[in-house]
């Protein structure tokens, strides 16, 4: 989940709003979601694009789940 759109390779903006819960406890909501290179060899697929991230910050399900 990242609100700095210069992070993707390729963002879905949506117009089906939901919403996360943030670090302050606010809810944002999720505008778009999409492909983040984090690494030469990290992909991140179904990225969240959510404005209200000041911060890049990366889901730990993206690492640890098995495919």
């Known amino acids: 989940m990242t609100g700095i759109t210069q ?9 089906i709003h939901s919403s996360v819960k943030i670090a302050d406890g606010t ?6 979601n999409g492909v983040v290179q984090a ?3 990290l992909t ?3 990225d969240l ?4 991230v ?3 910050h990366l889901s730990i399900s993206q690492f640890t789940k098995i495919k």
């Open 39 to 41: 690494t030469p060899s």
């Open 49 to 52: 694009y959510v404005p209200r």
């Open 27 to 32: 809810h944002s909501p999720v505008v778009g």
């Open 44 to 46: 991140l697929t179904d």
């Open 7 to 15: 992070k993707f390779v390729s963002l879905n903006i949506s117009t």
């Open 54 to 56: 000041t911060v890049s």
